[in-house]
T-cell receptor
Framework: DVKVTQSSRYLVKRTGEKVFLECVQD?????MFWYRQDPGLGLRLIYF???????EKGDIPEGYSVSREKKERFSLILESASTNQTSMYLC??????????????FGPGTRLTVT | AQKVTQAQTEISVVEKEDVTLDCVYE???????LFWYKQPPSGELVFLIR??????QNEISGRYSWNFQKSTSSFNFTITASQVVDSAVYFC???????????FGPGTRLSVLP
């Protein structure tokens, strides 16, 4: 079974804190993605990576950065958390390049609350 | 820019009814892929089906069927004889050839009542 795991299911942080969300996949997938999910907006792509140390901006990268030092791990960083970053964060991975054909495998999500 | 519209925000049906979830997409790509995902109350999205832009054959899998029509840019999903376990949020998604243009619709919340 493909497994995508995320470091926390629930996280509460204060405004201005630096926040790290970790994602690990165990199927040697090339591509990894970070989304945020908000009611009525579906999933919006923040960043994706198609190889180690490679990253591409998605639709809403502002306020976020990412790191992919190892193939299996993709980290999302909120440099200075703000209340409008309160959301559900979903990590996904998929194999292959080009990656459009393959379905994405999702982690369970991290519900982040910024107070 | 790519876009996916799911006009139905929420649908409620009674068990054993048939239900169709609508999906309309926009893209300028000639090669693209359409997907449906299910997000049950547990939260983890699960892949249901993929179609590529060159294959307009409809597909049936058990109680699920999908109708892909390029002429209307639609990729609708029908559940026949719905069951309570079908209650979930369903997302339609669109990807270009290279995956970086992966776009999800806003989702349709389906509630199947016993």
């Amino acid at each position: 079974d493909v497994k995508v795991t995320q470091s926390s299911r629930y996280l509460v942080k204060r405004t201005g804190e630096k926040v790290f969300l970790e994602c690990v996949q165990d199927m040697d997938h090339e591509n990894m993605f970070w989304y945020r999910q908000d009611p009525g907006l579906g999933l919006r792509l923040i960043y994706f990576s198609y190889d180690v140390k490679m990253k591409e901006k998605g639709d809403i990268p502002e306020g976020y950065s990412v790191s992919r030092e190892k193939k299996e791990r993709f980290s999302l960083i909120l440099e200075s958390a703000s209340t409008n970053q309160t959301s559900m964060y979903l990590c996904a991975s998929t194999k292959g390049y080009p990656g459009g054909y393959y379905e994405q495998y999702f982690g369970p999500g991290t519900r982040l609350t910024v107070t | 820019a790519q876009k996916v519209t799911q006009a139905q925000t929420e649908i409620s049906v009674v068990e054993k009814e048939d239900v169709t979830l609508d999906c309309v997409y926009e893209t300028r790509d000639t090669t693209y892929y359409l997907f449906w995902y299910k997000q049950p109350p547990s939260g983890e999205l699960v892949f249901l089906i993929r179609r590529n832009s060159f294959d307009e054959q409809n597909e049936i899998s058990g109680r699920y069927s999908w109708n892909f029509q390029k002429s209307t840019s639609s990729f609708n999903f029908t559940i026949t004889a719905s069951q309570v376990v079908d209650s979930a949020v369903y997302f339609c998604a669109l990807s270009g050839l290279y995956g970086q243009n992966f776009v999800f619709g806003p989702g349709t919340r389906l509630s199947v009542l016993p």
